[in-house]
C-alpha cells in the first residue's frame, strides 16, 4: 500500500495567491482529515470527512480556507487568498474501520 | 486552553536506557488515546494505543501506560535505540464523541549513542 499521499511537497507562494493542496487517502479507508502543524500552536485538526461528507469544520481558520472530498479518493484544501501566517505544513490522513489515524509526508508551505 | 498536554519539550537518554515521555489531560470524557512518533520531514506515524478500559498496552520495546484518576499517561522505551530519536506526540479523544482526535504539542527525544 502506498500510504497516504500528498502533493506538492512543499510550496512557495506570494500573499494573496491561491494555493491549493492535494490528498489520497489510503484505498478503502472513509475518514480522511487535514491538519496544521505550526510551531506556535502544534497539531491542529482543521476538517474531517466520513463517507466524502464534511463532519466537523470548526478547526478552519477562516472563510479563505476551504476543503472539498469530490470523491473517496481525493481531497483538496484550499488556501484563497494566502497570507503570511498560513504558512504551516499541512498533514492530510485517512482512518478506515480501526481508530488509528494514518498520516502522509505533509505539504511545507511558506507564503511570502 | 490545551485539553492533551506534554510538558517537557524535549528529554535526552542515553542508548540501552529507558525513555519515559508523559502525557497529561485534562478532559476527563477522554478515553482512547494514542502515540505517534515523528521524523523530521515526515507525517506522524502511530505508535501504540490504550483503550481507558485498559492501565498498561505493550508492544515489543514500547509500553504505555494510563492513569485515569490521574489523568496521565506515559510511553516507555525500554530499551533506547539511536533510531527511536523524534518528536513523540500523544493524543486523546472520546470514543464515543467521534474521530477527533487532540493532539498534545509533543516531546523531542534524542538518544544518544
Known amino acids: 500500500d502506498a500510504g497516504v499521499i500528498q502533493s506538492p511537497r512543499h510550496e512557495v507562494t506570494e500573499m494573496g495567491q491561491e494555493v491549493t493542496l492535494r490528498c489520497k487517502p489510503i484505498s478503502g479507508h472513509n475518514s480522511l482529515f487535514w491538519y496544521r502543524q505550526t510551531m506556535m500552536r502544534g497539531l491542529e485538526l482543521l476538517i474531517y470527512?466520513?463517507?466524502?461528507?464534511?463532519?466537523?469544520d470548526s478547526g478552519m481558520p477562516e472563510d479563505r480556507f476551504s476543503a472539498k472530498m469530490p470523491n473517496a479518493s481525493f481531497s483538496t484544501l484550499k488556501i484563497q487568498p494566502s497570507e503570511p501566517r498560513d504558512s504551516a505544513v499541512y498533514f492530510c490522513?485517512?482512518?478506515?474501520?480501526?481508530?488509528?489515524?494514518?498520516f502522509g509526508p505533509g505539504t511545507r508551505l511558506l507564503v511570502l | 486552553d490545551q485539553q492533551v498536554k506534554q510538558n517537557s519539550p524535549s528529554l535526552s537518554v542515553q542508548e540501552g536506557r529507558i525513555s519515559i515521555l508523559n502525557c497529561d489531560y485534562t478532559n476527563s470524557m477522554f478515553d482512547y488515546f494514542l502515540w505517534y512518533k515523528k521524523y523530521p520531514a515526515e507525517g506522524p506515524t502511530f505508535l501504540i494505543s490504550?483503550?481507558?478500559?485498559?492501565d498498561k498496552n505493550e508492544d515489543g520495546r514500547f509500553t504505555v501506560f494510563l492513569n485515569k484518576s490521574a489523568k496521565h499517561l506515559s510511553l516507555h522505551i525500554v530499551p533506547s535505540q539511536p533510531g527511536d530519536s523524534a518528536v513523540y506526540f500523544c493524543?486523546?479523544?472520546?470514543?464515543?464523541?467521534?474521530?477527533?482526535?487532540?493532539f498534545g504539542p509533543g516531546t523531542r527525544l534524542s538518544v544518544l549513542p
Open positions: 493524543a486523546a479523544s472520546e470514543q464515543n464523541y467521534g474521530q477527533n482526535f487532540v
Open positions: 490522513a485517512s482512518r478506515g474501520l480501526e481508530k488509528t489515524q494514518y
Open positions: 470527512f466520513n463517507n466524502n461528507v464534511p463532519i466537523d
Open positions: 490504550i483503550s481507558s478500559i485498559k
